[in-house]
C-alpha cells in the first residue's frame, strides 16, 4: 500500500455493482491498490443494510444524506459534507438512507485495529 504511484481514477469508466439491502440498493463503483479500497457508493431511497458491518471506514458524504446505526442503538446522521471514521472491529454498524446518499469510502489494511 506504501508505493501506490500518482493516477487519477475517472469513475465514469469503473462498473456499478449492485448489492441488495434489506430495503433498496447499494451501488458500488470499487478501485482495489493493494490493501487500500476506494468505493464511490450510491444508496437508493429507502435503502437499509442488508447486514451488521464491523470493517473499519473513512465514509465522506458528497450528496444526500444518511444515518449510521451502531449495534448499541445509537445513531448518527451525515450529511453533504460530513466524515465518520472508525477502525475494524470497534463497532457493528449499518447504514440506513431515506432519501439516497452518494458516499465516498475509504478502508483498507490500515483500520485494522491493534
Known amino acids: 500500500m506504501s508505493n501506490i504511484p500518482f493516477q487519477t481514477i475517472d469513475w465514469t469508466s469503473i462498473e456499478k455493482v449492485e448489492y441488495k439491502g434489506e430495503t433498496g440498493v447499494a451501488l458500488w463503483q470499487t478501485i482495489q491498490l493493494g490493501g487500500l479500497r476506494i468505493r464511490l457508493v450510491e444508496y437508493s431511497p429507502g435503502y ?67
Request: proline share 0%.
Open 48 to 114: 437499509l443494510a442488508d447486514h451488521w458491518c464491523e470493517k473499519g471506514h473513512i465514509v465522506y458524504c458528497l450528496e444526500g444524506d444518511f444515518i449510521t446505526e451502531l449495534s448499541t442503538g445509537e445513531k448518527a446522521r451525515l450529511t453533504k459534507g460530513g466524515t465518520y471514521v472508525v477502525s475494524d472491529e470497534l463497532s457493528s454498524h449499518r447504514s440506513f438512507s431515506e432519501n439516497g446518499v452518494k458516499l465516498l469510502i475509504v478502508d483498507g489494511d490500515f483500520l485494522k485495529s491493534s
